[in-house]
């Protein structure tokens, strides 16, 4: 997280604004530059909860395993030097023995010193071509599809949106566990993005259907909420200390808590219609049980406040790891980005919370998980762990996924156009700096290659900084001259999928989501 300043975005915990039935974390606007310590936000909007008090079935939360040792980690037996062997024993016809004193090192020591590490792209070249590609398992029931993608534009904004299915479940032959939504009304933008448990056969059922019930609930109670009280968009105006204000915010708060309680709802409902289907006892060996549909849940709505400014009231829940990230990519590097989400995290390393798990059906856990935001935002990301592990510590790494997403032709930080004809001396000099995309086999078809700009690659090449990037993004710009002049499909979905389903990051090959939300 960026460190405050003057003009940094303040943060405010549950407990300074919040009464003992509702708590959210409270962002004031980089506009306002006060920190907030209100007394009377009203409770959760009661109206809309309708959740039932049974708990769930064997709702404890299973650890959230990270995959085997992948391919990727291996390095081809004819690329592995053996160690040599330089004793020579005298015959008869050899050279006087010369004494080796305990101090001197033997020749193969010397040998080994001079040998140097693989780099991360040397290995990772290495084992690009290891992974194999199995087909979506035709005979398990609900199968998903290997992507998703889709771009859309609504009032207000324009989603670019992909989910692919990760090397590992490539190489396996198993489904992708991913699922994300989004929805609009009047302006406002509702996402939702899961990653169903890897252990868990079936966690892919519970991520669509969380998603989707999620969604739903959301859209249909903003509806009604804005219809009969008209009077909440321009409370929602205020200053954000503004008793009037503050309860609008706990109205919205309340109804993505609600939402989440609808997600865990539908999950339960996705499991007793399923539970005594011989299907699934078939794939499984056993019984159909709760947690098999484990998965986590990011919701973020996006309220607009001021076209002019740009400013938005941004409300986010989140279950389980992932993250989701806001940007005003015109402002000052330090205060540009903020992180809505903070992940959950079990008892021992690697765990995470589940969507599953009791606990989500409280509106007291759920309050902890809940931030708000009202600042100027341009643009939002929202993502599964698949990624978000790739730019970490997302503190300090989600601009640089940001420039990833620059530099490969799916965001635009600078509307200067730049080619080859128009150059000036000193950007041919950049340009000459910045190294060549990296090529890999397309995990899918070996035969196919992709291009891939990288952004750390660039940084190293040119000695610039992500401060120096933000601050002028004409080495981005360049870096895309290349993957440009061979560019053939101008669907900037299409261009996010391919990306996701080909950058490459060492130690990366799980399934990766991302949602972006540019206003």
């Not at 040792?69 to 690329?79: F, G, H, N």
């Not at 006087?96 to 020591?109: A, D, G, M, Y």
């Not at 990772?124 to 290891?130: C, D, E, F, P």
């Not at 321009?234 to 009037?244: I, M």
Request: with cysteine; glycine share 6%; net charge negative.
């Amino acid at each position: 997280m960026s460190e405050p300043n003057d003009n940094a975005i303040c943060e405010s915990t549950a407990n300074d604004i919040a009464t003992e039935s509702k708590k959210v974390d409270v962002i004031e606007s980089a506009n306002e530059g006060a920190d907030i310590v209100a007394e009377d936000v009203v409770p959760a909007y009661s109206e809309f909860s309708d959740a039932t008090e049974e708990d769930a079935p064997s709702a404890a939360e299973e650890a959230k395993k990270g995959p085997e040792e992948s391919p990727a980690q291996v390095i081809p037996k004819s690329e592995i030097v053996p160690p040599t062997d330089d004793k020579v024993t005298p015959g008869p016809q050899s050279l006087p023995q010369i004494e080796v004193r305990p101090t001197q090192e033997p020749k193969v020591s010397e040998q080994n010193a001079q040998q140097k590490a693989l780099s991360n792209e040397e290995v990772t070249g290495h084992t690009a071509s290891l992974w194999k590609y199995l087909p979506i398992p035709s005979h398990e029931p609900e199968p998903v599809p290997e992507y998703i993608n889709g771009t859309v534009k609504f009032p207000g904004s324009k989603v670019i949106a992909a989910r692919v299915r990760g090397k590992k479940h490539k190489h396996e032959g198993t489904n992708c566990d991913d699922w994300y939504e989004v929805a609009n009304y009047e302006r406002i933008t509702f996402i939702a993005v899961s990653d169903g448990a890897g252990s868990k056969k079936f966690s892919r059922i519970g991520a669509r259907e969380s998603c989707k019930a999620a969604i739903g609930f959301l859209v249909s109670s903003f509806e009604k909420l804005f219809t009969g009280k008209p009077e909440l968009k321009e409370h929602l105006t205020l200053a954000l200390t503004d008793s009037k204000c503050m309860e609008a915010c706990g109205v919205l708060a309340g109804i993505v808590q609600q939402s989440v309680i609808k997600a865990h709802e539908a999950v339960e409902a996705a499991f007793y219609s399923r539970k005594t289907n011989p299907e699934y006892e078939k794939v499984l060996g056993r019984g159909l049980q709760f947690k098999d549909l484990s998965g986590t849940l990011l919701i973020t709505v996006l309220i607009p406040i001021s076209e002019i400014t740009k400013e938005h009231l941004v409300i986010s829940c989140q279950i389980g790891d992932g993250m989701i990230a806001i940007l005003n990519s015109e402002g000052e590097f330090s205060n540009s980005m903020k992180l809505m989400g903070v992940p959950d995290s079990g008892d021992f390393s690697g765990e995470t919370d589940f969507l599953t798990s009791s606990q989500m059906k409280s509106i007291e856990s759920l309050q902890h998980r809940t931030k708000i935001s009202r600042t100027i935002v341009d643009t939002v990301m929202v993502m599964s762990d698949g990624v978000a592990d790739d730019y970490f510590p997302n503190e300090t790494q989600m601009r640089r996924l940001y420039f990833d997403l620059v530099v490969n032709g799916i965001l635009e930080k600078s509307s200067k156009p730049i080619s080859m004809a128009t150059l000036t001396q000193a950007q041919m000099k950049l340009f000459k700096r910045i190294p060549d995309p990296l090529v890999y086999p397309w995990v899918n078809d070996q035969s196919v290659k992709i291009p891939i700009q990288n952004t750390n690659r660039i940084l190293e090449s040119t000695g610039l900084t992500l401060e120096d990037l933000w601050k002028d993004p004409t080495a981005l710009n360049l870096a895309r001259l290349e993957l440009e002049e061979n560019e053939k499909n101008p669907d900037l979905s299409e261009k996010l999928k391919i990306w996701l389903d080909n950058y490459v990051e060492r130690g990366s090959f799980d399934d990766r989501t991302l949602v972006i939300v540019t206003m």
